[in-house]
């Protein structure tokens, strides 16, 4: 799988999401994967499990520190990359293709909407304010 | 010297940036965390070889007729035990036989010795041997300005250093002998911080980028790569080295951190021996351990160390082993604690099933 970097909505705990039709794709950013260094696990939610925009679904282990992913939309998580469990150096070498994390049944597709386009993005990482 | 806010800077730092590495404060000094990946610097000291900037370290020389009756006095290893070219491992104690810091002493003449000290303890072990030293006939020459280090670790490290100082290969593990590089003089001592074999060159500013990038250039054909302080410490927590100020501190003594070895009790008087000597007569209350993860997850230091939900002790160190694909981390535990104990571990929020084990994680195969 990939998606383009430039296509994606981004939240500003640097997750990115690809609307796939009903479906929404849920990875962390380039700049995300380079700031955490090698991950060596990521615990993912059951497919089934109803989440809530914001809340910590998931868990990014590398050798320095554990990062929380939350979900950036709300609704129910439709799959997890089962192929994270054996080879979770994806999210490092792949950000926006095959280190993607789970996918998402949005309950509001607008939502998405509310979260930053790449170039939005893009200028949130050079402010200091990140 | 003034505490300042601005970082300070190897005099390799400039090299560090240009290679793109991700630079961290650690203590006050802006180092490489990763060049181009802890995991993969962790793997080429492990199967070829890394170079490490650790000009941080303190250097100090101590020489002079009386610098062995000072050394005696305030190190718990015996520095009489050490012929010229000859360097060991040993403890700063104090009165109540805690770690005030732990280095390495080489043995460069009869009266002329030279000593690695942490890089956060440096201020305060410089004033505590001068206190010591106070009326003694011998100097001691500070050398943390002007000077760096370098590790080159692994087992390509002797004919990658080969290529610079050829003979490098007879120096016996722990040896330490003066060379001329480029004009200077350097220290060559055949020890390191990553459980390979390795060496530490300490030498003067001017040729430390010379020596960094000819050591690259020279390894280059084996898989050098340069490293940074991420894959340094995923290296020694496995070969079960302390990282002092986490591991063994001036509030627990070498003996709870499971290095008796270091101790020379013998006639010798020295500072934190009697303390020592009524804990080895009445046993530890605790001792540092080796803690290892039984399922997924990477634990942290700071993290519960468990036994059947009772809290016994915290994680003082605690990584994912690249080695071993597994948690592994060290903890101060009751005396009753045996290797083998299953343990529990807070990982992010929940209990991970764990075991306690013997240090180190891992041994270097004999070559």
Same mark, same amino acid.
């Given at each position: 799988?990939?998606?383009?970097?430039?296509?994606?909505?981004? #939240?500003?705990?640097?997750?990115?999401?690809?609307?796939?039709?009903?479906?929404?794709?849920?990875?962390?950013?380039?700049?995300?994967?380079?700031?955490?260094?090698?991950?060596?696990?990521?615990?993912?939610?059951?497919?089934?499990?109803?989440?809530?925009?914001?809340? #910590?679904?998931?868990?990014?282990?590398?050798?320095?520190?554990? &990062?929380?992913?939350?979900?950036?939309?709300?609704?129910?998580?439709?799959?997890?990359?089962?192929?994270?469990?054996?080879?979770?150096?994806?999210?490092?070498? #792949?950000?926006?293709?095959?280190?993607?994390? &789970?996918?998402?049944?949005?309950?509001?597709?607008?939502?998405?909407?509310?979260?930053?386009? &790449?170039?939005?993005?893009?200028?949130?990482?050079?402010?200091?304010?990140? | 010297?003034?505490?300042?806010?601005?970082?300070?800077?190897?005099? =390799?730092?400039?090299?560090?940036?240009?290679? *793109?590495?991700?630079?961290?404060?650690?203590?006050?000094?802006?180092?490489?965390?990763?060049?181009? @990946?802890?995991?993969?610097?962790?793997? !080429?000291?492990?199967?070829?070889?890394?170079?490490?900037?650790?000009?941080?370290?303190?250097? %100090?020389?101590?020489?002079?007729?009386?610098?062995?009756?000072?050394?005696?006095?305030? +190190?718990?290893?015996?520095?009489?035990?050490?012929?010229?070219?000859?360097?060991?491992?040993?403890?700063?104690?104090?009165?109540?036989?805690?770690?005030?810091?732990?280095?390495?002493?080489?043995?460069?003449?009869?009266?002329?010795?030279?000593?690695?000290?942490? !890089?956060?303890? %440096?201020?305060?072990?410089?004033?505590?041997?001068?206190?010591?030293?106070?009326?003694?006939?011998?100097?001691?020459?500070?050398?943390?300005?002007?000077?760096?280090?370098? !590790?080159?670790?692994?087992?390509?490290?002797?004919?990658?250093?080969?290529?610079?100082?050829?003979?490098? @290969?007879?120096?016996?593990? +722990? *040896?330490?002998?003066?060379?001329?590089?480029?004009?200077?003089?350097?220290? =060559?001592?055949?020890?390191?911080?990553?459980?390979?074999?390795? +060496?530490?060159?300490?030498?003067?500013?001017?040729?430390?980028?010379?020596?960094?990038?000819?050591?690259?250039?020279?390894?280059?054909?084996?898989?050098?790569?340069?490293?940074?302080?991420?894959?340094?410490?995923?290296?020694? =927590?496995?070969?079960?080295?302390?990282?002092? *100020?986490?591991?063994?501190?001036?509030?627990?003594?070498?003996?709870?951190?499971?290095?008796?070895?270091?101790?020379?009790?013998?006639?010798?008087?020295?500072?934190?021996? %009697?303390?020592?000597?009524?804990?080895?007569?009445?046993?530890?209350?605790?001792?540092?351990?080796?803690?290892?993860?039984?399922?997924?997850?990477?634990?942290?230091?700071?993290?519960?160390?468990?036994?059947?939900?009772?809290? =016994?002790?915290?994680?003082?160190? %605690?990584? +994912?082993?690249?080695?071993?694909?597994?948690?592994?981390?060290?903890?101060?535990?009751?005396?009753?604690?045996?290797?083998?104990?299953?343990?529990?571990?807070?990982?992010?929020?929940?209990?991970?099933?764990?075991?306690?084990?013997?240090?180190?994680?891992?041994?270097?195969?004999?070559?």
């Amino acid at each position: 799988m990939n998606v383009k970097p430039e296509a994606c909505r981004y #939240a500003q705990s640097h997750e990115w999401v690809s609307l796939d039709g009903a479906s929404a794709v849920v990875g962390i950013s380039d700049h995300a994967q380079k700031e955490i260094t090698d991950v060596v696990f990521v615990d993912l939610p059951k497919p089934g499990r109803k989440v809530t925009k914001g809340e #910590a679904v998931a868990v990014v282990e590398s050798v320095k520190a554990a &990062f929380d992913i939350y979900a950036p939309v709300s609704g129910e998580i439709e799959a997890a990359n089962a192929a994270l469990a054996g080879n979770p150096a994806l999210v490092n070498q #792949a950000p926006h293709g095959d280190g993607w994390l &789970f996918k998402i049944k949005p309950s509001d597709p607008k939502e998405a909407d509310a979260l930053m386009s &790449f170039s939005d993005y893009e200028k949130f990482l050079k402010s200091a304010a990140h | 010297m003034s505490v300042s806010s601005a970082p300070r800077r190897t005099p =390799l730092h400039a090299l560090h940036s240009k290679a *793109g590495a991700k630079l961290v404060d650690f203590h006050g000094w802006e180092l490489p965390l990763q060049f181009s @990946g802890i995991i993969k610097e962790h793997q !080429a000291v492990r199967a070829a070889c890394g170079i490490f900037d650790v000009s941080h370290m303190g250097q %100090a020389a101590i020489e002079g007729p009386q610098a062995l009756e000072l050394l005696g006095r305030i +190190f718990s290893n015996d520095a009489a035990r050490l012929a010229p070219g000859q360097a060991h491992y040993t403890h700063m104690l104090n009165e109540k036989g805690g770690v005030i810091d732990d280095v390495i002493l080489s043995r460069l003449a009869p009266e002329r010795f030279f000593v690695v000290l942490n !890089a956060s303890n %440096a201020e305060g072990d410089l004033a505590w041997i001068g206190s010591h030293a106070r009326g003694m006939n011998l100097r001691i020459v500070d050398r943390r300005e002007g000077f760096g280090m370098v !590790a080159v670790q692994g087992p390509a490290a002797a004919k990658t250093l080969a290529c610079l100082l050829p003979g490098c @290969g007879d120096l016996a593990r +722990f *040896g330490a002998r003066e060379e001329r590089l480029y004009g200077h003089d350097v220290l =060559l001592t055949r020890t390191g911080y990553t459980g390979e074999d390795g +060496f530490e060159v300490a030498a003067p500013e001017p040729i430390l980028s010379r020596l960094w990038e000819n050591l690259e250039a020279a390894g280059a054909s084996y898989g050098l790569l340069p490293c940074g302080l991420g894959a340094r410490d995923t290296l020694r =927590l496995e070969a079960g080295l302390l990282l002092h *100020g986490s591991d063994v501190d001036p509030e627990h003594t070498p003996l709870e951190a499971g290095y008796p070895w270091v101790v020379r009790l013998g006639a010798r008087d020295f500072v934190g021996k %009697a303390a020592l000597e009524r804990q080895k007569k009445e046993g530890v209350s605790r001792r540092l351990l080796g803690v290892k993860l039984a399922e997924r997850g990477v634990p942290r230091p700071g993290g519960g160390v468990r036994a059947g939900g009772r809290l =016994l002790g915290t994680l003082t160190s %605690a990584t +994912f082993s690249p080695t071993l694909q597994t948690g592994i981390g060290m903890a101060y535990l009751p005396p009753d604690v045996e290797p083998g104990a299953a343990l529990e571990v807070d990982v992010h929020g929940r209990a991970a099933a764990a075991q306690a084990c013997a240090l180190p994680f891992y041994r270097r195969k004999p070559t």
